[in-house]
């Protein structure tokens, strides 16, 4: 599957923003999706993945914060951005991988295959 993620923007501190992830090959519920981040001189972090099932697990920084859901329906898979932080700043990626068990909520980056191009988010003061 190739995926797209689209919805960054600049946004001021305090604010939201929704990130989507959309696939070619359609994100079924065969899929564990996830979303990772980037900032400029860091290595790619962990924010927060649903399982096949359902199940979203976040990183401790985002949480309380950040919603991440999925509509098999429409192959889609959305993160929330609340509260958002000059912290966030970062290029957001989504990830897939295809038959993880159904309740598992894979949470490193080697544990997704399939990647998306990326989309920044910037948060100004």
């Known amino acids: 599957v190739q995926l797209q993620a689209s919805g960054g923007g600049l946004v001021q501190s305090g604010g939201s923003l929704t990130l989507s992830c959309e696939g070619t090959?359609?994100?079924?519920?065969?899929?564990?999706m996830g979303w990772f981040r980037q900032a400029p001189g860091k290595e790619r972090e962990f924010v927060a993945a649903?399982?096949?099932?359902?199940?979203?697990v976040y990183a401790d920084s985002v949480k309380g914060r950040f919603t991440i859901s999925r509509d098999n329906a429409r192959g889609t898979v959305h993160l929330q951005l609340n509260s958002l932080k000059p912290d966030d700043t970062a290029i957001y990626y989504c990830?897939?991988?295809?038959?993880?068990?159904?309740?598992?909520?894979?949470?490193?980056?080697?544990?997704?295959?399939?990647w998306g191009q990326g989309t920044q988010v910037t948060v100004s003061n």
């Open positions: 990830a897939a991988e295809l038959g993880t068990e159904f309740y598992y909520t894979p949470r490193s980056a080697y544990e997704f295959e399939n």
């Open positions: 090959g359609h994100i079924s519920d065969n899929y564990a």
């Open positions: 649903i399982s096949r099932s359902g199940t979203a």
